[in-house]
């Protein structure tokens, strides 16, 4: 088989071609060895660095395993034949077999396949199995195999987000006034204001957000004396409520004549723990509203006229930008350090609804793909006639598709190096 016929048709079936064991002593099998060590290091550096970007990636590779086991699982309850089941892409580092199935690990970590046999007509049916393949079985069936990696997806995102809401807290207006920055020598400083206190009242006016306290603030001059009552929530504190007369400086940046200045930086939202019932409450609406801004973002995204806009135009809307796992652990990295485990696990539950909808596209090579073919070959068939669509005519399509893939990447590859969020 030559290379462009193995390449396509891993594409068009969805799992690698069979390939004979892993050889310690081949070329292939030791370009393999190579890129585990380069790919192991690179986790060791990538924990040295920030452990917080290392917990997104175990994150994200769980995900994939469980977006395959979805498949392998649903696979095996429509009684459907099960060949490979593989983590990573590229040279074979390990496998082994049990049951007919050979269960290994490639040295490209860049995703997971299940071979299920008889995709479609690409992928061949040895004879003997032609009803235990895929095409063979009904509808209903061959939909939710393919579906169930997506599906994982979002049982992934549901379950994270049930466990942040209800153990860490869900991450919204809590009509407290927090402190989280106090510039050094300013009234506040001076007042004995820290990090972590809530400002209760200023001049006897009670405070609910961090815009009722600008605004009183800004509201004053220089040299007007305030009265402040805040409750100390810093290390060694005991959590009492203190009053202080604070003097506002003048504003050290804000050129408005005569403008006041405290010199604290505060917010009013944080994390509310929530009971069972309000959690999945407030689970099902965000996740609601995080798949209809997904789905928007994802149709921006892959536009190649925002791909080049970004490329060539620094002022571009960042929000719009594509990204890799390059820029994605940046970014956990950062929310990490500010908001700890929840944080980064509310960014993985994120990514797992991108990649269940993105997966969905009705095109080929993505899992909607072979769903968008079940149903135009459902609609086809007739009582005494099942139809099989030819799925190599769709080849040059899915070239597009993988082109447009790979100027994403790299795109996204390029920004994330040269312009990080």
């Keep these: 088989m030559t290379l462009y016929r193995a390449f396509r048709d891993e594409m068009m079936a969805g799992g690698a071609v069979d390939e004979p064991g892993a050889n310690p002593k081949s070329p292939r099998q030791s370009v393999a060895v190579l890129s585990g060590i380069a790919v192991v290091a690179l986790l060791i550096w990538l ?3 920030n452990k917080w970007s290392l917990v997104l990636v175990a994150g994200l590779l769980i995900s994939v395993f469980l977006h395959e086991l979805g498949h392998f699982a649903t696979a095996g309850w429509a009684g459907m034949k099960r060949t490979q089941f593989f983590m990573g892409f590229g040279p074979k580092l390990w496998s082994t077999h049990r049951n007919g199935v050979e269960y290994g690990v490639r040295a490209l970590p860049l995703g997971a396949f299940v071979r299920i046999v008889g995709m479609n007509n690409l992928d061949p049916v040895e004879a003997g199995d032609e009803e235990v393949s895929y095409s063979s079985k009904p509808y209903r069936w061959r939909l939710l195999v393919i ?3 997506s599906i994982m997806h979002i049982i992934i995102a549901i379950l994270i987000m049930m466990f942040v809401y209800t153990v ?8 407290v006034v927090k402190v989280f920055a106090v510039t050094e020598g300013s009234p506040a400083a001076s007042a004995g204001i820290g990090l972590g206190d809530e400002i209760l009242s200023v001049n006897g006016t009670k405070l609910s957000s961090a815009d009722d306290l ?5 509201s004053a001059q220089a040299g007007d004396a305030m009265t402040v009552v ?3 929530n810093g290390p060694g504190d005991d959590g009492s409520d203190k009053t202080v007369n604070v003097v506002l400086a003048p504003h050290p940046t804000d050129t408005t004549a005569g403008i006041g ?12 723990k929530l009971g069972l019932i309000s959690a999945s409450g407030h689970v099902a609406s965000d996740l609601w509203h995080g798949m209809g801004r997904t789905i928007s973002g994802i149709g921006t995204v892959i536009n190649p006229t925002n791909q080049w806009t970004q490329l060539t135009d620094k002022n571009a809307d960042p929000m719009k930008r594509p990204t890799t796992v390059v820029g994605i652990t940046q970014v956990a990295g950062d929310i990490g350090d500010r908001d700890g485990l929840f944080g980064v696990l509310e960014v993985l539950a994120s990514i797992n609804v991108f990649v269940g909808l993105f997966n969905l596209l009705p095109l080929l090579p993505f899992d909607g793909g072979h769903a968008a073919i079940a149903t135009y070959e459902r609609i086809r068939s007739r009582k005494n006639r099942v139809y099989r669509a030819n799925v190599e005519k769709m080849w ?5 598709v993988l082109t447009l893939l790979l100027f994403l990447t790299f795109t996204g590859l390029y920004l994330d190096i040269t312009r990080p969020f």
């Design 230 to 232: 805040f409750k100390e």
């Design 396 to 400: 040059p399509v899915t070239v597009v």
């Design 261 to 272: 200045y405290l010199g604290v930086g505060t917010d009013n939202f944080g994390r509310d």
């Design 147 to 149: 579906t169930a990696g």
């Design 168 to 175: 860490g807290g869900r991450y919204q207006d809590t009509g």
């Design 214 to 218: 600008r605004t009183t603030i800004r």
């Design 47 to 49: 924990g040295m660095s």
